[in-house]
């Protein structure tokens, strides 16, 4: 019997099918980024139209039917609420209909386990970089089995900031990705550096980033403010890696997607003899097979399910507030 | 001269060693593989230099600290102090006196007042000798600025790592002895209330 999993906090809504860890599905439907920005109910919207195909798509893939499942699992947060809510709305219609077991989950803890179930980590230190998020967590067992978060941004997370100087710099979407491109040959210009301890912020470097596009090669800006953030981050998480003695390290999230990024933090892991691991980028984009994931490692742990009344969306949900029952 | 590496920590490398027939600790910013040359050798050049710098200034404003002995490029050499980190004896399950935790806060107001923010103020960095005095060490990440923000930065970074009884020792005498307590204090609950610390397990 196999998990389904929806996923729907931002512009991507994804679906997944897993059977005891086994990925069966991974498909998904993204709203077309524009330099705009976006407008959350036109999101939603956009979701709304696409759930019902997308949802017979996953199922001609992983090749089973709707029999086949037991429970289902939808990302109650964090993420943008209009869009949180059409995951939900779909998760327990389903499951009412169809009487699955139902799991809210949270997007952070799900782009962490599923980089950990296929790096097959047992406890690793994880750096969850994201648009909206930047953090550095691991499981610890005090006052419960819990995600702490060790270290995190204290303005943007650091894809948000790559985003907005590349709007700035006038580049097209996929924004991170064409940061990367532009910075290709550039050389060093100084720029702030800001770490404390196991955090960091990025807000003083966007700024100063996107003042010196006017007077320096774009080129040249592009490349100090990525190695200037990707620098802060391995900082950051060397010295919880240092702290805390874990022999593995492994990045999830949108930004991990990054070579450069993943270039580094591997010397950093390295130089501590920890492994190093991260998922492929379909799991680092948002996806429905990491919800899956989680509802599955709920389901099995004996996690009592949700009522369906009692299922809702948080939109502010931090993964320090989930307890860890597998 | 016999040299002996005593901590290796996420930015430099700590050795107890001999100087000038002293006593002394040298803390050496090795590369970082990591980082491209220029930045790496930007950050170790200018943490050496702070944390030279502000060691001295704490010092001769009466906070105990290291004595600054030699200043290179990217190696500070200080005097070594005989003592147990905080943090080693929290772990152990030892009680830290209210009396320390006064003193700890004393001297963070004294550094505020002085327009220091430690940067890194845990008790991972403060040092107690055998006598149950403390001296606070690790200023690599300090700053001297008039940044509110920055020393509400050492208050919450000082409260995430002690309980709540130390830490109401240590902010009453921190408050009685920072000028500006009032505003650092104020900035810091806006901090914890901006979203990310109220929900921290
Ligand atoms: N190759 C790449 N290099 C660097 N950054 C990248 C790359 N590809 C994508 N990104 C960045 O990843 C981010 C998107 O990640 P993701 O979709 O996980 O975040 P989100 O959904 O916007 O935010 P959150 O997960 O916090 O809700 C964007 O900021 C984007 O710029
Ligand atoms: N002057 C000193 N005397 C004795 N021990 C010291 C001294 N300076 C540092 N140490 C020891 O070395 C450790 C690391 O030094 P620190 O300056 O805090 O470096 P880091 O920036 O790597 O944390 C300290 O926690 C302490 O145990
Ligand atoms: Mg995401
Ligand atoms: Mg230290």
New interface residues.
């Given amino acids: 019997m196999a998990v389904i999993g929806i996923e729907s906090s931002a512009h991507t809504l994804g679906i997944g099918i897993i059977e005891n860890g086994k990925i069966l599905a991974n498909v998904k439907r993204m709203y077309p980024i524009s330099d705009k920005g976006m407008i959350p109910m036109r999101v939603a919207d956009f979701h709304v139209k696409g759930v019902k195909k997308l949802l017979l798509e996953a199922f001609a893939t992983a090749g089973i039917g709707i029999d086949n499942i037991e429970a289902i699992g939808y990302t109650m947060g964090p993420g943008i609420g209009p869009c949180l809510s059409v995951g939900n709305i779909t998760a327990k219609t389903l499951a009412s209909k169809y009487r699955l077991k139902i799991y809210p989950v949270n997007h952070a803890v799900a782009h962490i386990e599923i980089a950990k179930h296929l790096n097959k980590f047992s406890d690793p230190l994880a750096l969850y970089v994201s648009g909206g998020n930047s953090q550095i967590l691991g499981i610890t067992d005090e006052p419960f089995k819990h995600y702490r978060v060790y270290g995190e941004t204290f303005d943007i997370g650091v894809g948000n900031m790559l985003d907005n100087f590349a709007r700035a710099a006038g580049l097209k979407p996929a924004w991170g990705s064409s940061v990367a491109k532009l910075a290709i040959g550039g050389r060093y210009v100084p720029m702030p550096y800001t770490v404390k301890g196991m955090d960091f912020a990025f807000t003083g470097l966007q700024t100063k980033a996107i003042g010196m596009l006017k007077g320096n090669s774009a080129s040249d800006v592009a490349f100090s403010l990525q190695e200037t953030a990707f620098s802060m981050l391995c900082e950051a998480t060397e010295r919880a890696l240092a702290l805390l003695g874990k022999r593995s390290l492994l990045v999830c999230g949108g930004v991990a997607q990054s070579q450069r990024l993943k270039e580094m933090l591997r010397s950093v892991a390295d130089s501590h003899g920890a492994k190093f691991g991260f998922a492929p980028d379909q799991y680092n984009a948002d996806n429905g097979a990491m919800i899956a994931l989680v509802a599955e490692k709920m389901f099995r742990s004996g996690k009592r399910s949700c009522s369906i009344e009692a299922c809702g969306v948080r939109q502010d949900y931090r993964a320090d507030a989930v307890e860890i029952t597998w | 001269m016999a040299i002996r590496l005593i901590a290796?920590?996420?930015?430099a490398e700590v050795y107890r060693t001999r100087i000038f027939d002293i006593d002394a600790i040298l803390k050496d910013r090795k590369p970082?593989?990591?980082?491209?040359r220029?930045?790496d050798e930007?950050?170790r050049a200018a943490r050496t230099k702070s944390e030279a710098k502000t060691t001295y200034i704490a010092d001769s404003i009466g906070v105990r600290v290291p004595n600054v002995l030699l200043v290179k490029r990217y190696q500070l050499y200080t005097t070594y102090i005989e003592g147990t980190r905080m943090s080693s004896l929290m772990q152990q399950g030892k009680s830290i006196g209210n009396r320390l935790m006064s003193k700890v806060g004393k001297y963070l107001g004294m550094l505020h007042n002085a327009g220091i923010a430690h940067?890194?103020f845990?008790p991972?960095n403060i040092l107690i000798d055998a006598k149950g005095e403390p001296w606070v060490i690790d200023f690599g990440?300090s700053s001297i600025s008039d940044s509110i923000e920055e020393k509400a930065?050492d208050l919450l970074?000082m409260k995430r790592s002690i309980d709540c009884k130390s830490y109401a020792y240590f902010v009453e005498s921190y408050s009685s002895k920072a000028s500006a307590s009032k505003a650092i204090l104020a900035r810091l609950s806006e901090?914890e209330k901006?979203?990310?610390y109220n929900?921290?397990?």
């Fill in positions: 290796k920590g996420a930015e970082k593989a990591y980082r491209i220029e930045l930007n950050i940067g890194d845990t991972a990440l930065f970074l901090i901006r979203g990310r929900e921290r397990a």
